[in-house]
């Protein structure tokens, strides 16, 4: 799998993205199937803590 990268080369936050459609809703998906790791802050959840602004395990 891989990850987009921001502009200043960090993996991308779901944290900051909007379920839309076509690839991005794609990636969205990619990136919280199976889930690891939620967001303190805002609640969601990612397989990788990378994609979280404030991480915690499951």
Known sequence: MSERKSSK???TKICEMTPSSGSESNELK???KDPAYFC?????SAASEENLCQPERL
């Open 9 to 11: 080369d960090q993996p």
């Open 30 to 32: 990619s990136l919280i």
């Open 40 to 44: 303190k802050n805002c609640g969601r």
